[in-house]
């Protein structure tokens, strides 16, 4: 079956970074995708990885290990409108996302 | 603005009644999704379609139809509502090739009571 796996919470301080991980098994791969989705609103792009290494763009980077069927997002310099909920998405051999649970990221001053 | 809208934006629907969630893209987006949202659940693919005139089935199609009579309208049916239809609903549509992944609408929260 189809698989994808990330924390369903974690908390951490204002200004510090954090990482959080997903890990998949799916049919096919065409990309993994993270998602950003504040409570009572629709998700939102946040990033793309479909070849091994990291994309960084501007506080937020993910990393992607295809052999491993891993990925990271890491948030850096941490503000308090980053607390929303972080999705993560595998895309599989018919262009489908299969999704995560969400991470729900709580940001304390 | 290019987008996907749904309507209504909420809506409370005594149980065995009927209704109709709309959807409408203007990003000529070949294909289009239904999602549910439950808390602790993530999202949940109801049905899809690749191309207009075609629809297939998701993870969870039970009570719920769909039409694609055009590119740009997906309405998804909940013939005779129950409770545990009570959730939020999101339409959201895809070029079909990745990359771009999905652009969601902003979502309809219907409760069933």
């Known amino acids: 079956g189809q698989n994808i796996d990330q924390p369903t919470e974690m908390t951490a301080t204002e200004g510090a970074i954090v990482q959080i991980n997903c890990t998949y098994q799916?049919?096919?791969?065409?990309?993994l995708f993270w998602y950003q989705q504040h409570a009572g609103e629709a998700p939102t792009f946040l990033s793309y990885n479909v070849l091994d290494g990291l994309e960084e763009k501007g506080r937020f980077s993910s990393f992607l290990s295809r052999s491993k069927g891993y990925s990271y997002l890491l948030l850096k310099e941490l503000q308090m409108k980053d607390s929303a909920s972080y999705l993560c998405a595998v895309m599989d051999s018919n262009y489908q996302l299969i999704w995560g649970a969400g991470t729900k990221l709580i940001i304390k001053p | 603005t290019a987008g996907i809208t749904q309507a209504p934006t909420s809506q409370i629907l005594a149980a065995g009644r009927s209704m109709t969630l709309r959807c409408t893209q203007d990003m000529r987006h070949n294909a289009m999704y239904w999602y549910r949202q439950d808390l602790g659940l993530g999202l949940r693919l109801i049905h899809y379609s690749n191309t207009a005139g075609t629809t297939g089935k998701g993870e969870v199609p039970d009570g719920y139809s769909v039409s694609r009579a055009n590119t740009d309208d997906f309405p998804l049916t909940l013939a005779s509502a129950v409770p545990s239809q009570t959730s939020v609903y999101f339409c959201?549509?895809?070029?079909?090739?990745?990359?771009?992944?999905?652009?969601f609408g902003s979502g309809t929260r219907l409760t069933v009571v």
């Open positions: 799916t049919s096919g791969f065409n990309g």
């Open positions: 959201a549509s895809s070029d079909g090739t990745g990359g771009y992944g999905y652009t």
